[in-house]
């Protein structure tokens, strides 16, 4: 009898951390380490299925079951079959949707631009709550992307333009507890057993009780032209030591006990982006110096830094010994994490039609592009969208890669 009932508890054990496992969200995880293992991807990948949305993809898609959900600038959420691309259905909102989905319990829960919380089912698409915030609102011309929620635990967290971090109840919507930043946050929050994280606009990357109550806030250092120092992009969470970027040029890591400083690492002339960790490795996309770091996590160490083409603003997806990412030449690559290098792997047709008015035949930026654009560096970046550019965060599915693009695309490769 007793072998009975250790084999019922083993069970409900297994049980519950298998349905741990389905929530899904940014970065696969709630910490945020977008690692994957044992996925057979093919060196030469194909195009599965290509679906078009009426705006462009800034969030990134999410798979769960045999779904692939994303929101687009045309205000819609769409859920598809991830077989075949077709829409099982869409959820149409006040506004653009460039929040990335967090899945768990059936429920699915995402921030519209509209300053609402949704959360539909995850099935159907019905309505089940909605929570409204104070308002959303853009910081500048590179502040592409919303804050994607956080579940865990029967909570969701956000981050909002109203310059608050949210904790939900999951179930019915109810305010659990606000805490106000300095200015917009919308890094996605990084859950910990213990910690909500997440960085804001103010330059303050603050660490959170569960309860909502201030653990300690970190002041990033600025510079010259970003004096803030403002912290864009969600953070990554791993043992003690949690660690994000900045726009003043540098890649912090902090003790999550008490944020008090293991290292910085500064990367001149280029804003870091959104770290990855694979095993004793931190994959750092990069903006302006054209490049993604890899350090080592513990001293902060340069091990490599790979050239790419163009600026990067998602993560890079890991699998195994191999990183995927997009950048905003609206081409797909792969970092060979064991050699060090990059190569592109899928390139859009738009960036294939557009890209030689930007790029010489050598693959670098064409000298006169300042003066084509009037020396107007807004102008030039909405310029860039016009190759399809890649905002989103690979999401690997066995042996299938899923991402959107600005050319309102989203795609499945195979």
């Known amino acids: 009898m007793k072998y009975l009932f250790s084999f019922f508890y083993i069970s409900l054990f297994l049980l519950g951390a298998r349905s741990a496992l389905y929530a899904q969200q940014l970065a696969r995880t709630a910490d945020r380490q977008n690692v994957v293992s044992g996925s057979k991807i093919t060196n030469k990948l194909q195009l599965k299925w290509k679906v078009q949305t ?40 006040g506004g653009e949707v460039r929040s990335t989905v967090a899945i768990d319990q059936q429920m ?11 959360a539909l089912d995850v099935h159907s698409g019905t309505l089940l709550w909605t929570f409204e915030t104070q308002g959303e609102r853009l910081y500048d011309t590179w502040d592409y992307f919303q804050s994607s929620p956080a579940v865990e635990a029967g909570t969701v967290f956000f981050g909002s333009g109203d310059h608050h971090v949210y904790a939900l109840d999951a179930k019915s919507g109810k305010l659990i507890w606000k805490f106000k930043t300095g200015g917009i946050v919308h ?26 109550d201030l653990r300690w806030k970190f002041k990033t250092i600025g ?29 912090y890591a902090l003790k999550i006990k008490d944020g008090s400083g293991h ?3 500064h990367q001149p002339g280029s804003w870091t982006s959104v770290p990855s960790l694979a095993g004793k490795k931190l994959i750092v996309t990069m903006s302006d110096s054209y490049s993604v770091l890899v350090l080592d996590p513990v001293y902060g160490g340069k091990i490599v830094e790979p050239a790419v083409p163009l600026n990067v603003f998602s993560s890079a997806s890991i699998s195994d010994s191999v990183a995927y990412f997009g ?16 190569f592109p792997v899928f390139q859009l ?19 006169d592009l300042q ?44």
Not at 187 to 208: H, I, N, Q, R, W
């Open 349 to 367: 047709d738009l960036s294939k039609k557009n890209s030689a008015y930007f790029f010489d035949e050598e693959g670098r930026l064409k000298s």
């Open 54 to 93: 009426g705006g462009l993809l800034y969030g990134s898609p999410i798979v769960y079951e045999d779904q692939v959900f994303i929101g687009s600038c045309d205000s819609t959420l769409y859920a598809l079959d991830k077989h075949n691309g077709s829409i099982i259905w869409r959820y149409k909102t």
């Open 187 to 212: 890094a996605a929050p990084t859950v910990t057993a213990k910690e909500v994280m997440v960085g804001s606009f103010d330059g303050y990357f603050y660490c959170l009780e569960k309860n909502g």
């Open 223 to 251: 510079e010259h032209y970003f004096p803030k120092g403002e912290i864009q992009f969600h953070a990554v969470a791993a043992d003690s030591s949690v660690y994000f970027g900045s726009r003043d040029f540098n890649m």
């Open 327 to 342: 950048a905003l030449d609206g081409t797909l690559y792969q970092l060979d994490l064991l050699k060090g290098e990059i």
């Open 371 to 414: 003066d084509r654009y009037g020396h107007d560096i807004h102008k030039l970046f909405r310029g860039y969208l016009e190759m399809g550019s890649i905002f989103s965060t690979v999401w690997i599915d066995d042996a299938t890669l899923y991402f959107g693009a600005a050319d309102g695309a989203i795609y499945a490769l195979q």
């Open 108 to 118: 699915l829960f995402f921030l519209s631009s509209d300053g609402i919380f949704y």
């Open 263 to 265: 290292w910085v690492y």
